[in-house]
């Protein structure tokens, strides 16, 4: 075999097989042509490499579209994705919960929930893969059936006019909405109160014998100690809620306000959930003896638990303190 | 924006500049049938950028869309394939060439030569 069938074969080697013959000829009769009278083995390789990579030039050889969505549709695609993304998103954790609450063999509600958890997770990464695959084979199609240029203004398949046309969105600003500060005035209100003066509503709740059984999550003379500093985060936070209201912009004073707020939420947090005497142990036993697990096991999951918390109560704070600063720089 | 960066610029926009106008330098060298390797040597002879990888697959193409037509001489000691323009190529050949006088009129008022 020779220099030039070599390179015609890795030309025509991924080519329809109607065209390979002709392509074929073609190639070699050019080839010919562009060497001297009578050529050497040098003069080949000069030929081939002006011809360049086989690869690229079997490339230009082939017919029909060399990819899978086009530009005119790839908007469109991603749009369809992500909104069906969120729909299955939504969906998911209830489907898990159908699953896991008409799954018989399922005893107790610690069991219900971590399989809802694990259904979740699962139904969730086989989801993902589903919609993938069936909205790009929906816009393959479309793409290859010559569709993809009949749909015009957002779906619609005709031209767009100027009545289509929205409202733009108004520019995020460093306006704080009034909404923000009711709500958050709301909650610190509500989750004070409650574990101030009922701090026996955060409970482990089961039913035995028809008969409501409560076991609260606190130890309620140790959260005592507790409770000023509570109250002192508390104040602070609804201080700032109502500069919010004030000064209805974020400014220095706020952020700084917001930050201490935001300290004080941490480190009361840190000192609580690292108090091993704050929980009671009776909630923990109820616990344990309900989802049916080891006392180390048990032990492992409180611990990570505790953690996970204190982590995700950490990394709220920063958010909450870095966007009050930069929200001051925002027109 | 360091030197070789701005080269490449060039040569992307460059490239992009010419695309459209190769199939016109093509066609217009078909009026008369030319095989692949003497249309080559033409449109080289006459300062036309172009590469022998990208002109025979472009010919075949163009062959496809019913813009040439071709034939095989097989009177010579070995064959060749002769590329000429189709009716409709004679036709695009035509049009193309009102539009590009056109550009290069618009384009000449806008970027100027001499008179500006």
Redesign the interface.
């Known amino acids: 075999m020779t220099l030039i069938d070599k390179y015609i074969y890795t030309v025509t080697k991924h080519l329809p097989e109607t065209s390979v013959t ?2 074929e ?3 070699r ?2 080839i ?3 060497l001297p009278e009578d050529y050497t083995d040098n003069d080949i390789e000069k030929v081939l490499y ?3 990579n086989p690869v ?2 079997a490339g ?2 082939r ?1 029909g579209k060399r990819y899978l969505i086009g530009p005119s549709l790839y908007g469109n695609y991603c749009f369809v994705l992500k909104l069906v993304y969120i729909i299955v998103a939504s969906c998911v954790p209830i489907a898990a919960f159908v699953i896991a609450a008409t799954d018989s063999s399922l005893k107790s509600p610690g069991e219900v929930l971590l399989h809802v958890l694990i259904q979740t997770i699962v139904i969730a990464i086989e989801a993902a893969f589903q919609v993938f695959a069936w909205v790009t084979v929906i816009f393959v199609i479309l793409e290859r059936s010559g569709a993809a240029h009949k749909i015009k203004w957002p779906y619609t398949g005709k031209d767009w006019t100027v009545s289509d046309l929205l409202e733009p969105q108004q520019p995020r600003t460093n306006q704080i909405s009034k909404a923000d500060s009711v709500i958050l005035i709301f909650f610190t209100v509500v989750f004070t109160g409650i574990i101030c003066f009922f701090p026996e509503l955060f409970a482990w709740y089961s039913k035995s014998n028809g008969l409501w059984v409560i076991e609260p999550l606190f130890n309620v003379d140790i959260l005592a100690n507790y409770i000023p500093f509570i109250l002192l985060t508390s104040a602070i936070g609804i201080s700032s809620a109502v500069l919010m209201l004030v000064f209805g912009k974020w400014n220095v004073t706020l952020a700084a306000v917001k930050t201490v707020h935001n300290f004080c939420i941490a480190a009361l947090a840190g000192s609580m959930l690292f108090n091993s005497r704050i929980f009671s142990n009776a909630f923990k036993i109820t616990f344990m003896k309900t989802v049916d697990l080891s006392q180390d096991v048990f032990a492992k999951i409180w611990r990570w638990s505790i953690w996970g918390i204190m982590i995700f109560i950490l990394t709220f704070c920063i958010w909450d303190t870095v966007s009050s600063f930069r929200n001051i720089h925002k027109n | 924006m360091a030197l070789s960066e701005f080269e490449e610029l060039i040569s992307i926009f460059e490239v992009e500049l010419k695309r459209g106008v190769l199939t016109l330098a093509i066609l217009s060298q078909l009026e008369s049938p030319q095989y692949g390797y003497s249309l080559l040597q033409t449109l080289i002879d006459k300062q036309v950028d172009i590469e022998a990888g990208t002109l025979y697959p472009l010919l075949r193409r163009l062959e496809k869309q019913n813009i040439l037509e071709s034939e095989w001489d097989t009177s010579e000691s070995r064959p060749r394939k002769y590329y000429s323009l189709s009716e409709t190529g004679k036709k695009l050949y035509h049009s193309l060439k009102a539009s590009w006088q056109l550009q290069v009129d618009n384009m000449m008022n806008l970027i100027g030569g001499a008179e500006q």
Do not use: C
């Open positions: 002709e392509v000829k073609e190639l009769s050019n010919l042509d562009m002006q011809l360049g690229d030039l230009k050889y017919e």
